[in-house]
């Protein structure tokens, strides 16, 4: 059996990325402006940002209702969707990046390491080429993550700083490479473990999604100081403060548990929304596997070639 190729794993990858971005995105724009504020920037004291994720949740889908018109649409959908064009944008092009670069990674290790394409690599080398995808991956679209992140923020307090450098928040962005990494290393070795003995080698949806759970609630917790800083770093709250003068701040006003601030709304969002995206693209990956779609697909390939 041949190795996906990167176009491939890089579409199903942002296929996936999109669906769950949008499915979640309302609890999106709730954690990041819960992540991005501090004690000198009008921290959130109200009910709704202190409520736990699921309650957060439950609570911004009773305030949708069926519209009447398009109009009507907008204006219901607007406060929970602000800055989502961006977000499609960015999502798109880190995605497709991501896997692209992963993938491409993966096939060239194998060739050097004289391996099977469809050999499975060790936790290791996964982690390795996962943490160099990402970071290439952070290199180029931070720019993007920035926009998006100041779009959410501004809507609920204060004006976009128009002076703030696209690349605030790299130190930790580039650190945060570890997340993916560790994510998708975890949810390899998992799937290796339930798989090892079963013919054809694949997960089912629900248990893709409930290892994808499982994978993104590891990397979470271990990197969420970062994530945390970065927010702050982001939005413009941190005064142009290197992450280590960021992440003192933190400590200093908020104690060790505002560097987990935050932290049920992102396991809330991310977990659920990573986990999705797994489900997704196994079930993605499972059909272009699949012989009779393989069939197909090179059966039109070769028409197209002779016309």
Not at 52 to 75: G, Y
Not at 284 to 297: A, D, E, G, V, W
């Amino acid at each position: 059996m041949s190795s996906p190729s990167p176009l491939a794993e890089a579409t199903s990858g942002v296929i996936g990325s999109l669906i769950s971005m949008l499915t979640f995105y309302p609890l999106d724009v709730h954690k990041t402006r819960v992540q991005s504020s501090n004690k000198l920037s009008s921290p959130p004291t109200t009910t709704q940002t202190k409520s736990k994720s699921v309650d957060l949740l439950l609570r911004i889908l009773s305030t949708f209702t069926i519209p009447n018109s398009l109009a009507e649409a907008k204006q219901t959908l607007s406060p929970h969707y602000v800055g989502v064009q961006y977000k499609i944008i960015d999502t798109t092009v880190s995605s497709f990046t991501f896997f692209f670069i992963l993938t491409l990674l993966k096939q060239k290790y194998k060739k050097m390491a004289l391996l099977n394409p469809s050999s499975t690599l060790t936790p290791h080398v996964n982690l390795m080429l996962s943490s160099l995808a990402a970071m290439a991956n952070t290199a180029i679209t931070l720019p993007l993550d920035g926009v998006v992140t100041r779009k959410q923020t501004s809507a609920a307090s204060e004006p976009v700083q128009p002076k703030l450098s696209p690349w605030a928040g790299l130190e930790p962005a580039l650190m945060l490479s570890s997340n993916p990494a560790i994510h998708f290393t975890v949810y390899d070795v998992l799937k290796s473990a339930i798989v090892k003995d079963r013919e054809g080698g694949v997960l089912s949806g629900f248990e893709a999604f409930l290892v994808g759970l499982i994978a993104k609630s590891v990397a979470t917790i271990i990197t969420y100081p970062l994530i945390r800083a970065k927010q702050i770093m982001m939005s413009g709250n941190a005064k142009d403060a290197t992450l280590q003068q960021t992440t003192t701040k933190i400590y200093h006003d908020e104690g060790v548990a505002g560097l987990y601030r935050g932290l049920e709304l992102q396991l809330g969002h991310t977990v659920c929304k990573a986990a999705l995206l797994m489900s997704i693209r196994e079930q993605i990956s499972n059909i272009t596997k699949n012989p009779t779609f393989l069939y197909l697909f090179r059966a039109r390939k070769a028409r197209n070639i002779r016309t």
